[in-house]
């Protein structure tokens, strides 16, 4: 990984991009140490150490910038949250879905329409997160314009992190949104260590915990590179033809199916549809007792319910992300006119279900990895709730060394992409 960096850095358009990315994830934690006017900064990290779900998941992945009182309290959530919603649409109405093929036109025309559903997603969430935080608010502020600033504020944070997020995209290295929640996990990451040492200190976690919990990361990072890089490959080969004089065809290539194929999006997607109870308790404040007490309950990191959830979800999405970017079907019909098959295969229709039947074993291979290196944390925090300060971080572990092992292999395509001989050997 280092090794590509300095020879990615030697080339003068590559460096140029790695430093605009560097550049904006400076904007992104400058910003993060910007008050909202009429929020305690106090009282928020007290109810974040008190709430570990929604506050947590917020703070953690905005590098404490929740806590902190700041303009970027919110992070990318509600864009992650509307990118699922327009991604499900797209599926389900076909206007949507003709839009999704029409090439660049139609992607701009859904990342448009992505974009209103962030601020519309946003501003709702920071008026449930307004009354989430009434105690935080300080008393000069508990009026209809104390609240209606710090709405904006939050909702304005989140739409200039989006503006962010899209211009490293189109302008730096690797996907924005994904550098924003991993810039804001690494932020975070000191005060998590400072945490767990506290715990040690407070003898309520002892150091063979501590050292299980290292041992527990390495392990995992070990892991999730393995299956980054595992793939199946299925083999092809292309039939010889006459054209003209000459002949081509013939050789032997191979499709490469990735077990992992949806990344990290997955894990992302499914953090952000749990938070939605969350999102709607702010709203309403949280019961005490009764039904409702109990149905909010299930959706803590602390509970049972939970833990299934995400590993329900995180196998669907999965699933419903790597069919959104890999069509058998498709890949069957070009294979059929380029003159290229499977061996032991006929052209079209059996070719795409023996491709899907391929994809179906090895995404649910990637699936369930993924989910229980997940919910592995989930469950230690619900066994003891002393490490319910890793319940978070084992899932931020995997989505930084997803986003980390994605970001690097984009350097090495565009690398390629220039024929940089230094690289290749």
């Not at 400058?30 to 909202?36: A, N, Q, T």
């Not at 029409?102 to 992607?107: D, V």
């Not at 329409?113 to 935080?133: D, K, N, S």
């Not at 003891?384 to 984009?410: C, D, F, H, R, Y």
Request: aromatic letters at 12%; hydrophobic letters at 50%; one cysteine or more.
């Amino acid at each position: 990984m280092f090794k590509t960096l300095r020879n990615a850095w030697s080339i003068p358009d590559l460096r140029k991009k790695m430093l605009y990315t560097l550049l904006m994830i400076f904007i992104f934690r400058l910003g993060s140490f910007i008050p909202v006017p009429g929020l305690n900064a106090s009282a928020l990290k007290e109810l974040v150490s008190q709430d570990n779900s929604f506050f947590g998941l917020l703070d953690n992945f905005s590098g404490g910038s929740f806590s902190n009182a700041t303009i970027f309290a919110m992070g990318i959530t509600p864009y992650i949250n509307s990118s699922i919603i327009m991604q499900l649409l797209t599926v389900a109405i076909p206007a949507l879905e003709r839009l999704s093929k029409e090439g660049e036109e139609g992607r701009k025309v859904i990342a448009k329409w992505t974009r209103v559903v962030t601020v519309v997603l946003a501003l709702v969430q920071g008026i449930g997160m307004c009354f989430g935080i009434k105690g935080a608010v300080d008393p000069a502020n508990q009026d209809f314009t104390g609240y209606l600033t710090i709405v904006i504020t939050f909702t304005a944070g989140t739409a200039f992190l989006m503006w962010l997020g899209e211009q490293i995209t189109q302008k730096g290295v690797g996907n924005g949104i994904s550098i924003i929640i991993f810039s804001g996990i690494v932020a975070s990451i000191p005060s998590m260590g400072e945490k767990i040492y506290t715990l040690v200190k407070l003898e309520q976690l002892a150091w063979w915990g501590v050292a299980l919990i290292v041992a527990f990361i390495i392990a995992m990072i070990a892991f999730v590179v393995f299956i980054t890089d595992a793939e199946r490959r299925v083999p092809v080969q292309y039939a010889k033809r006459m054209v003209g004089r000459k002949m081509y065809g013939g050789q032997s290539s191979h499709i490469p199916l990735k077990v992992a194929m949806a990344g990290v999006i997955p894990i992302i997607f499914a953090m952000s549809i749990l938070s939605f109870p969350s999102t709607i308790m702010q709203f309403t404040g949280e019961p005490t007792s009764g039904f409702w007490a109990t149905f909010w309950g299930f959706f803590k990191p602390t509970s049972w319910v939970y833990a299934v959830l995400y590993f329900l979800l995180i196998i669907f999405f999965t699933y419903f992300y790597t069919a959104i970017q890999f069509n058998p079907v498709e890949v069957a019909n070009n294979m059929k006119k380029n003159g290229g098959f499977v061996p032991g295969i006929r052209p079209g229709k059996p070719t795409s279900d023996f491709i899907s039947r391929i994809l179906s074993k090895i995404t649910l291979s990637g699936a369930f990895f993924l989910g229980v290196v997940a919910i592995i944390p989930v469950v230690a925090g619900i066994i003891n709730p002393n490490l319910s300060v890793v319940t978070l971080g084992g899932t931020s572990m995997l989505i930084m060394v997803g986003v980390a092992l994605e970001t690097v292999k984009q350097i090495e395509s565009q690398m390629l992409m220039r024929h940089y001989k230094g690289f290749l050997d």
